[in-house]
T-cell receptor, first 115, second 110 residues
Framework: EAGVAQSPRYKIIEKRQSVAFWCNPISGHATLYWYQQILGQGPKLLIQFQNNGVVDDSQLPKDRFSAERLKGVDSTLKIQPAKLEDSAVYLC?????????????FGEGSRLTVL | KNQVEQSPQSLIILEGKNCTLQCNYTVSPFSNLRWYKQDTGRGPVSLTIMTFSENTKSNGRYTATLDADTKQSSLHITASQLSDSASYICAPGGYQKVTFGTGTKLQVIP
């Protein structure tokens, strides 16, 4: 079974530039999550989708971050314009559904460095 | 505010030795707790999950305990191997929300 796919694995940009990350969840998984993991910290939820609807985006900095999952399958996370503090690993995860104890399957992450 | 504290921050042990990682949490509502293993440069992988009514759960050499009354959990690793070198993240959750701890970075040396 294929896991969660993310690209690119690494990206280096200058501040004020834009960047986009792509995620393809495990086939059949209805719920998709984007997490930000700053070095030395645990993952922080940015946005959670159930199919193509947003369940939780309370911690998404909406002035610069946006995400979509138009067809309820793959998803794109965009940052525009990037700031130095956005340097982090962006993890995508998926789960079968939106349950109390759903197991999250994570991708390998996209490491962003903002100079 | 939901909080998760893990200790120690980092740990170095000799191959073959045992170790125990601690997690204290303040999460509401609470219904379950997962431990994840995160290898360097990879995404977290679930090791165990316990609901609030469970006290212990094993997965091979990994044994997790949970005391929902004191809001504490531990992860015990038996007979450590070099491949156990990773960060271990505690993740309590409830009502479809999960809070991740900052992790304990474990290094197993020969």
């Amino acid at each position: 079974e294929a896991g969660v796919a993310q690209s690119p694995r690494y990206k280096i940009i200058e501040k004020r530039q834009s960047v986009a990350f792509w995620c393809n969840p495990i086939s059949g998984h209805a719920t998709l999550y984007w997490y930000q993991q700053i070095l030395g910290q645990g993952p922080k939820l940015l946005i959670q989708f159930q199919n193509n609807g947003v369940v939780d985006d309370s911690q998404l900095p909406k002035d610069r971050f946006s995400a979509e999952r138009l067809k309820g399958v793959d998803s794109t996370l965009k940052i525009q314009p990037a700031k130095l503090e956005d340097s982090a690993v962006y993890l995508c995860a998926s789960s079968l559904n939106l349950g109390q104890a759903e197991k999250l399957f994570f991708g390998e992450g996209s490491r962003l460095t903002v100079l | 505010k939901n909080q998760v504290e893990q200790s120690p921050q980092s740990l170095i042990i000799l191959e073959g030795k045992n170790c125990t990682l601690q997690c204290n949490y303040t999460v509401s509502p609470f219904s379950n707790l997962r431990w994840y293993k995160q290898d360097t440069g990879r995404g977290p992988v679930s090791l165990t999950i316990m609901t609030f009514s469970e006290n212990t759960k094993s997965n091979g050499r990994y044994t997790a305990t949970l005391d929902a009354d004191t809001k504490q959990s531990s992860l015990h690793i038996t007979a450590s191997q070099l491949s156990d070198s990773a960060s271990y993240i505690c993740a309590p959750g409830g009502y479809q929300k999960v809070t991740f701890g900052t992790g304990t970075k474990l290094q197993v040396i020969p």
